[in-house]
């Protein structure tokens, strides 16, 4: 397959990608969709443990559908950097790159040669972007960091699930999703001030540190009162209703944001007697009451099919929403219309579908230029095409199991 010209805003800058499973690859492939060229490391063998994070496999390919989704615009090279000839050879793709991603415990890289201290006097404009699960300072910097955990070391779990019930994560891992995005975000940063200067600069990431920035109204509502929040189930902390309500066949999202907006639901659907009932004149009061607010209104939603609710909440210009599984959500006209999921050749022969970028650029948006690679599809190609070595150099390293 021809490799497609970069034709994203980042067109033009190389990353070296040493990391793997989700926080670091999620950071990686955010810039190579942007137009990045990535050059991703991989352990001869065995590469990306997201590889063999299955089933599901790919129909007919011998891909996991995990690796898939985070590994797209990647070359995959194999390489043992424990090795000295490996290390050489990241020397000599540095030499070419502007940024380098990694995703090791603390200190892990230091024994390769590889850590940022160690690599910044000789590459004073790289960008180094380093994603742990508590930093590169504090008591907990050498712990390993784990999705799950840091759900529940953050605060999230406590927040989330019904009030009787146990503490829930998230149903996909937002803690490395967030770190990945986060990185992303420090790494253009970087990039203005090396523009600007010269110089980069090591990026520190902790998936801790992340966890507590988006801890949003709840954080602040603690930080406000003192007082843990309360889990609420599918309620909102500071709005009402805004919560899950169960209809004739199924449930509902309804979002109600405002005072006039609930004078207006009232009104049209046949609960005008709540307005004289100081319970529910202003949002305030039904925070404060939101178990009464529930009550009142559980009977009204459930005098309608989901599908009736929404057109009779939409013409009203009311929050809602059906709650769909995955089958409803990739059915969905809208999420079709927006080009939300985009169909990739890949090596193996087959067409796979991957989620898309959702970044929307006017001039220079996402491309698709590389399907997620097989393991080790491109090391020919880096390192003959990029570093100039020769054939019989390429057999050598492979013979020694350096590639």
């Known amino acids: 397959?021809?490799?497609?010209?970069?034709?994203?805003?980042?067109?033009?800058?190389?990353?070296?990608?040493?990391?793997?499973?989700?926080?670091?690859?999620?950071?990686?492939?955010?810039?190579?969709?942007?137009?990045?060229?990535?050059?991703?490391?991989?352990?001869?063998?065995?590469?990306?443990?997201?590889?063999?994070?299955?089933?599901?496999?790919?129909?007919?390919?011998?891909?996991?559908?995990?690796?898939?989704?985070?590994?797209?615009?990647?070359?995959?090279?194999?390489?043992?950097?424990?090795?000295?000839?490996?290390?050489?050879?990241?020397?000599?793709?540095?030499?070419?790159?502007?940024?380098?991603?990694?995703?090791?415990?603390?200190?892990?890289?230091?024994?390769?040669?590889?850590?940022?201290?160690?690599?910044?006097?000789?590459?004073?404009?790289?960008?180094?972007?380093?994603?742990?699960?508590?930093?590169?300072?504090?008591?907990?910097?050498?712990?390993?960091?784990?999705?799950?955990?840091?759900?529940?070391?953050?605060?999230?779990?406590?927040?989330?699930?019904?009030?009787?019930?146990?503490?829930?994560?998230?149903g996909v891992p937002v803690a490395d999703l967030f770190a990945g995005l986060y990185g992303c975000i420090g790494i253009l940063a970087a990039l203005r001030h090396r523009e600007r200067t010269g110089i980069g600069q090591q990026i520190d990431i902790g998936m801790l540190d992340t966890s507590v920035a988006w801890l949003a109204n709840q954080g602040m509502n603690y930080l406000a009162t003192g007082e843990n929040p309360p889990r609420l189930g599918n309620q909102h902390p500071n709005i009402a209703p805004y919560q899950v309500f169960p209809t004739s066949d199924g449930h509902i999202v309804l979002s109600v944001g405002n005072d006039p907006t609930f004078e207006r639901f009232c009104k049209s659907f046949g609960c005008e007697h709540l307005l004289a009932d100081e319970r529910f004149q202003t949002n305030a009061a039904r925070v404060a009451n939101r178990q009464a607010v529930t009550d009142a209104l559980t009977p009204v939603m459930q005098s309608r099919s989901t599908a009736e609710w929404v057109a009779a909440l939409e013409a009203q210009k009311i929050g809602c929403g059906p709650i769909n599984k995955l089958s409803d959500v990739f059915a969905d006209p809208h999420v079709q219309a927006r080009g939300c999921v985009v169909e990739l050749e890949h090596a193996s022969g087959e067409a796979v579908k991957v989620i898309a970028n959702p970044v929307r650029l006017s001039a220079t948006p996402p491309d698709y230029r590389v399907p997620p690679p097989l393991l080790g599809e491109h090391s020919e190609e880096v390192l003959s095409g990029l570093l100039g070595m020769t054939a019989e150099e390429v057999a050598a390293l492979k013979e020694k199991g350096v590639v």
């Open 1 to 170: 397959m021809v490799e497609k010209a970069p034709s994203g805003p980042l067109r033009g800058l190389r990353v070296l990608d040493l990391t793997r499973v989700l926080a670091g690859p999620t950071c990686t492939q955010m810039l190579g969709d942007l137009g990045a060229e990535v050059i991703k490391i991989e352990r001869p063998g065995a590469g990306d443990d997201t590889r063999g994070f299955a089933p599901p496999m790919w129909p007919n390919t011998k891909e996991s559908a995990y690796f898939l989704g985070v590994n797209r615009n990647k070359k995959s090279l194999t390489l043992d950097i424990a090795a000295e000839e490996g290390q050489a050879i990241v020397h000599r793709l540095l030499e070419t790159c502007d940024i380098l991603v990694e995703n090791f415990k603390v200190g892990a890289l230091a024994k390769y040669g590889l850590a940022y201290d160690q690599l910044k006097p000789k590459y004073q404009g790289l960008i180094y972007c380093s994603i742990t699960g508590f930093g590169q300072t504090g008591p907990y910097a050498p712990r390993p960091g784990y999705d799950a955990l840091i759900q529940g070391m953050g605060g999230v779990m406590s927040l989330t699930g019904e009030p009787d019930g146990l503490p829930q994560k998230v």
